[in-house]
């Protein structure tokens, strides 16, 4: 498998910010997308091809090829260069995964 881009598991991290909730006294927290980098393979998608051979899946514009990952499923967002992503269907095979996705 030659995979030569890399995608982003966005994952949400609180991180204390310098403010102090001034009823607690506690700090207040805030979301901070952190990216994990994954190689993969992303090309566009032709629709003919999903037509034919299994089965239409409005939507797709792109097809994800990438090792098998337990966090991959339907309605996962994902990150790939400057766009974000969502995984509408994961067709699972021995070594690999491919992941059909439109942008978010």
Same mark, same amino acid.
């Given at each position: 498998?030659?995979?030569?881009?890399?995608?982003?598991?966005?994952d949400?991290?609180?991180?204390?910010?310098?403010?102090?909730?001034?009823?607690?006294?506690?700090?207040?927290?805030?979301?901070?997308?952190?990216?994990?980098?994954?190689?993969?393979?992303?090309q566009?998608?032709?629709?003919?091809?999903?037509?034919?051979?299994?089965?239409?899946?409005?939507?797709?514009?792109?097809?994800?090829?990438?090792?098998?990952?337990?966090?991959?499923?339907?309605?996962t967002?994902?990150? #790939?260069?400057?766009?974000?992503?969502?995984?509408?269907?994961?067709?699972?095979?021995?070594? #690999?995964?491919?992941?059909?996705?439109?942008?978010?």
């Amino acid at each position: 498998m030659n995979l030569k881009d890399t995608f982003y598991k966005i994952d949400m991290e609180k991180v204390p910010t310098d403010k102090i909730n001034e009823v607690t006294g506690k700090p207040i927290y805030q979301d901070v997308e952190k990216y994990t980098p994954y190689k993969c393979d992303f090309q566009p998608y032709d629709e003919k091809i999903s037509q034919t051979v299994i089965g239409r899946f409005p939507d797709t514009t792109n097809l994800l090829i990438c090792r098998p990952n337990s966090f991959i499923k339907t309605g996962t967002i994902i990150k #790939h260069e400057d766009g974000k992503y969502q995984v509408l269907f994961c067709r699972k095979w021995k070594k #690999h995964f491919e992941v059909f996705v439109k942008p978010q």
